[in-house]
């Protein structure tokens, strides 16, 4: 957790970011459509390649499935294009190819970037959602349950089941979850926008096997490979040891992000592969930033340029610091809390 003393004021840090949160059209048309472009000519490869060469525009096309599925996430945000019904428009097209709802998502997504770091809106997103220092005192039972739990194993397995197979049904968005206590508005578009991503991924599919046949096994395999990556940055995201959690009182949206939200340097080829997501904590400042000028705003604004990438070694931390310690301020191991092995 960065220290918060010398601090500007969080309404001058926002406007110091808006000056980045103007999305260009012809960037955002290249990106879509080169990227389509790449992830097309992969599978003209896996089909026409022999073994065991065919194996490599596999693998590559675990990049193209997850930067596709990081632009349907930036439509959502409106951050894509300068126009609603554009973003909205690849971003239902991009779900077919992702199997992820996008107006389900977004609402979901939404729900996240608002709520993210507030104790009393624990339970609905599990990916985000720590058990305290003093809960895992009073629980020991389930807090050894949790350590053992979680890993990095099963967040890349759990995660890949929840993108991929839990979301093809309503009630695997938060909003639709029993537990879900707060009001949203939709719910009718958004469950036929559920419908219409599983016809559109199912026919996508079933052209590919037509296709390809047997080989476009290797392209589902991409695709539970992209949705377990995918779900790993999702975790690494917020669950590392300098996170930041807060009740609603002293909650605050600057201090989540720049606190709550981590950063994650990556080289040329994985920040072309994520859109450049690592930079989470200037994505979380401002949505509203296009992906292509998350790098320009981290450096132009002194408190994000202040916060520091994640370690290997806090990398590794993210999967056993898994209690929250608001005393500490920061996420502790189960040693810390007094829970030993069951």
């Not at 809960?135 to 389930?142: I, S, V």
């Amino acid at each position: 957790m960065s220290d918060t003393t010398h601090r500007r004021p969080d309404a001058e840090i926002l406007q110091d970011t808006r000056a980045f949160a103007r999305a260009r059209d012809p960037i955002a048309s290249w990106q879509l459509l080169s990227t389509l472009a790449c992830h097309a000519a992969l599978l003209l490869l896996i089909g026409a390649l022999p073994l065991p060469w065919v194996f490599a525009p596999s693998l590559a096309l675990v990049g193209t499935i997850i930067r596709l599925f990081v632009l349907q996430h930036d439509a959502g945000h409106q951050s894509l294009f300068t126009r609603r019904r554009v973003n909205d428009l690849a971003g239902t097209c991009l779900s077919f190819l992702t199997g992820v709802s996008y107006e389900a998502w977004k609402t979901e997504h939404a729900w996240h970037h608002n709520h993210q770091g507030k104790l009393s809106h624990r339970g609905v997103d599990r990916m985000n959602s720590p058990m305290t220092a003093a809960e895992a005192r009073e629980g020991p039972d389930a807090a050894r349950l949790r350590a053992r739990k979680i890993s990095a194993h099963s967040v890349f397995f759990l995660g890949a089941v929840s993108l991929l197979i839990l979301r093809k049904v309503s009630g695997g968005y938060f909003q639709f979850r029993p537990n879900f206590r707060w009001p949203f508005y939709g719910r009718v578009r958004m469950r036929r926008g559920v419908l219409l991503t599983n016809i559109g991924h199912l026919a996508l599919h079933l052209a590919g096997f037509a296709a390809l046949g047997g080989r476009w096994l290797l392209v589902l395999l991409a695709l539970w490979i992209a949705g377990g990556l995918g779900a790993s940055l999702f975790w690494v995201q917020h669950n590392f040891e300098r996170t930041w959690h807060a009740d609603d009182r002293d909650w605050s949206f600057t201090r989540v992000a720049l606190d709550g939200s981590s950063y994650v340097r990556l080289g040329p080829l994985l920040r072309w592969v994520t859109g450049s997501i690592g930079l989470h904590h200037v994505h979380h400042l401002n949505p509203g930033i296009p992906n292509y000028r998350l790098e320009e705003a981290r450096r132009a604004v002194p408190e994000l340029a202040a916060v520091p990438p994640l370690t290997r070694a806090d990398l590794r931390r993210c999967y056993t610091h898994v209690f929250w310690d608001g005393a500490a301020g920061r996420q502790v191991p189960a040693e810390r809390v007094g829970v030993g092995p069951g």
